[in-house]
């Protein structure tokens, strides 16, 4: 029985409460009035999680408590919007570097490419063991080796060409234990981590040892990071009539290489800001880290630990790529930096690939060159 049905039921002799009961009617609808108008419809206690494919750990709770401190008006911590910059390692923090580095493997595969244009390389070191599929006499060259196939494979070329070539190589190379796309190999919970700090006012970059070139034809699709917004290794380039026109033509000397302590030089040199957060997985990105930790406002440092060998990779130490020496595990705790276990702290790794979702069995040490 409704309202109305219960007040048509009363007798006429009751009638003597009509006053009350249109006072009682007239203050309902003011309730509702309140309810459905004023105070809006009905919504959830709590906003939608802004990072889904974190569990709920100490690391995705700090995360949301620095936010929320420094983007509050009235905080004492608060950041105004200009001063909210925010930097993040490449490759091992926000998409895979193993087995080996991604713009190692562009290397390697365009050598292979262009070879044939280069005969010489048949018998010519390192080019000589990456055509043959020699790989740990390839590693044994060291930086010497990677400059020279370097060099040979990023210069030589207009800025445009290079990047033409590296988005169309980016469209087919696909990573040896997943056998998906390089650029769909990026961590779901730090792809969460980016909006959700541009959304409150942080602006992003990208820091890394990569190459600045390299890393630009990709980082806007994969990550929302435009190409002004990314520091890294860079060659020199001149001003050159390329084919009758204007062009920047890639030469084969260094500029800058942006690991280590080039770091922090390169954010002050080409951000111009400190950053008041920031995200690395290895030893060289230590100086970034405590730099940002000399900041005058609230600041926080992370490292993405590298430990869960099912659905990911499990490195650190020893390793050749993204290597975290036990100094810097030490280093992070005593400095109150946060550390992400991927086992622990992640609860999705990819976009794609669900929790419970079986891996691919575990690569060799060594990569396979020959593919």
């Known amino acids: 029985?409704?309202?109305?049905?219960?007040?048509?039921?009363?007798?006429?002799?009751?009638?003597?409460?009509?006053g009350h009961l249109t006072m009682f009617c007239r203050k309902m609808f003011a309730a509702l009035f309140v309810m459905l108008?004023?105070?809006?419809?009905?919504?959830?206690?709590?906003?939608?999680?802004?990072?889904?494919?974190?569990?709920e750990s100490g690391v995705k709770a700090a995360i949301l408590d620095y936010v929320a401190r420094v983007t509050t008006e009235g905080s004492p911590d608060f950041v105004p919007e200009p001063d909210?910059?925010?930097t993040f390692d490449n490759d091992g923090t926000l998409w895979v570097e193993m087995p080996l580095y991604t713009q190692f493997v562009f290397?390697?595969?365009?050598?292979?490419?262009?070879?044939?244009?280069?005969?010489?390389?048949?018998?010519?070191?390192?080019?000589?063991?990456?055509?043959?599929?020699?790989?740990k006499k390839l590693?044994?060259?060291?930086?010497?080796?990677?400059?020279?196939?370097?060099?040979?494979?990023?210069?030589?070329?207009?800025?445009?060409?290079?990047?033409?070539?590296?988005?169309?190589?980016l469209k087919t190379a696909k990573h040896p234990r997943y056998d998906r796309l390089y650029t769909d190999l990026t961590y779901a919970p730090m792809m969460e981590l980016l909006e959700y700090l541009r959304a409150k006012g942080f602006t992003t970059f990208?820091?890394?040892?990569?190459?600045?070139a390299f890393m630009r034809a990709y980082t806007e699709q994969c990550y929302g990071v435009p190409p002004w917004q990314v520091v890294g290794s860079s060659g020199e380039t001149e001003f050159r009539y390329w084919d009758s026109s204007p062009n920047l033509v890639k030469l084969p000397d260094l500029l800058f290489f942006d690991d280590g302590p080039g770091k922090a030089e390169g954010i002050n040199h080409y951000i111009g800001r400190q950053p008041i957060f920031a995200f690395g997985n290895?030893?060289?990105?230590?100086?970034?880290?405590?730099?940002?930790?000399?900041?005058?406002?609230?600041?926080?440092?992370?490292?993405?630990?590298?430990?869960?060998?099912?659905?990911?990779?499990?490195?650190?130490?020893?390793?050749?790529?993204?290597?975290?020496?036990?100094?810097?595990?030490?280093?992070?705790?005593?400095?109150?930096?946060?550390?992400?276990?991927?086992?622990?702290?992640?609860?999705?790794?990819?976009?794609?690939?669900?929790?419970?979702?079986?891996?691919?069995p575990e690569p060799a040490s060594e990569t396979e060159l020959n593919r």
């Open 206 to 212: 990208v820091v890394s040892g990569g190459g600045t």
């Open 37 to 55: 108008v004023v105070a809006g419809p009905a919504r959830a206690d709590d906003e939608a999680d802004p990072l889904p494919s974190w569990n």
């Open 282 to 360: 290895s030893i060289g990105d230590k100086e970034m880290l405590e730099w940002t930790g000399n900041c005058k406002s609230l600041c926080f440092m992370g490292l993405v630990h590298h430990d869960d060998a099912k659905r990911e990779y499990a490195y650190g130490p020893n390793s050749d790529v993204g290597r975290f020496p036990v100094e810097l595990m030490e280093h992070a705790l005593a400095n109150g930096w946060n550390v992400v276990s991927m086992k622990e702290d992640w609860a999705q790794i990819f976009a794609w690939g669900k929790l419970e979702s079986p891996v691919q």
């Open 139 to 169: 590693l044994s060259y060291g930086e010497r080796g990677a400059m020279a196939l370097l060099t040979a494979t990023h210069s030589g070329m207009t800025t445009v060409e290079f990047n033409d070539i590296v988005s169309a190589w």
């Open 107 to 135: 290397v390697v595969d365009r050598v292979k490419a262009v070879s044939n244009q280069h005969p010489d390389w048949k018998s010519k070191e390192p080019f000589k063991s990456v055509l043959d599929g020699n790989t």
């Open 84 to 86: 909210r910059i925010a």
């Open 1 to 18: 029985m409704g309202v109305a049905d219960l007040v048509r039921s009363r007798p006429v002799s009751e009638a003597r409460q009509d």
